[in-house]
T-cell receptor, first 113, second 114 residues
Framework: GDSVTQMEGPVTLSEEAFLTINCTYT??????LFWYVQYPGEGLQLLLK?????DKGSNKGFEATYRKETTSFHLEKGSVQVSDSAVYFC????????????FGKGTKLTVNP | DTAVSQTPKYLVTQMGNDKSIKCEQN?????MYWYKQDSKKFLKIMFS???????INETVPNRFSPKSPDKAHLNLHINSLELGDSAVYFC?????????????FGEGSRLTVL
């Protein structure tokens, strides 16, 4: 079945550091790919998405590019802030015609001032 | 104006009890979901309803029963609670367009079974 693998956390960075969170997927068909973010004590919210190969999703300084050849969707940000501290989830949907969203296990990011 | 609201936010109960968590969305979405998030933050879908009809039912014990009285509500009832049911339960909704993949989540209901 469809699956998403994210790098293990937790990740701890200093403010203004560069962030990469790796995500790879396994899916039949042509899935859409997503990054969701969960701030402490809140539900998940969509951060960015890409619906086809070579698409780049971007939001709030975060970017991720849908790479079909490497089945990857790595999340990057050039300069993180304390307010970016959260758990980040990579997810896919639509692989094999399924409507459900399949999540990775989440990566906790802590940014220190 | 909370888009997806769940109640209660916290629930502490004894093993063997029966409890319900309610969810309502005011976004006009056709599809609603229940996800379970365990202590390691792993999220797994439990159920999905589209316009009051069950469309996804993952391998979930039949002690869990979803009920959708209308397309704006999806409640979760749990019978004979067990310690392993302790988790945060998230309700979510999405528009009918299956390719958007964007889910709108509630704030979660933290269930603790003692």
């Amino acid at each position: 079945g469809d699956s998403v693998t994210q790098m293990e956390g937790p990740v701890t960075l200093s403010e203004e550091a560069f962030l990469t969170i790796n995500c790879t997927y396994t899916a039949t068909g042509y899935p859409s790919l997503f990054w969701y973010v969960q701030y402490p004590g809140e539900g998940l919210q969509l951060l960015l998405k890409a619906t086809k190969a070579d698409d780049k999703g971007s939001n709030k300084g975060f970017e991720a590019t849908y790479r079909k050849e490497t089945t990857s969707f790595h999340l990057e940000k050039g300069s993180v802030q304390v307010s970016d501290s959260a758990v980040y989830f990579c997810a896919l949907s639509g692989g094999g015609g399924s409507e459900k969203l399949v999540f990775g296990k989440g990566t906790k990011l802590t940014v220190n001032p | 104006d909370t888009a997806v609201s769940q109640t209660p936010k916290y629930l502490v109960t004894q093993m063997g009890n029966d409890k319900s968590i309610k969810c309502e969305q005011n976004l006009g979405h056709d599809t609603m979901y229940w996800y379970k998030q365990d202590s390691k933050k792993f999220l797994k879908i439990m159920f999905s309803y589209n316009n009051k009809e069950l469309i996804i039912n993952e391998t979930v014990p039949n002690r869990f029963s979803p009920k959708s009285p209308d397309k704006a509500h999806l409640n979760l009832h749990i019978n004979s609670l067990e310690l392993g049911d302790s988790a945060v339960y998230f309700c979510a909704s999405s528009p009918r367009d299956r390719n958007t993949g964007e889910l709108f989540f509630g704030e979660g209901s933290r269930l603790t079974v003692l």
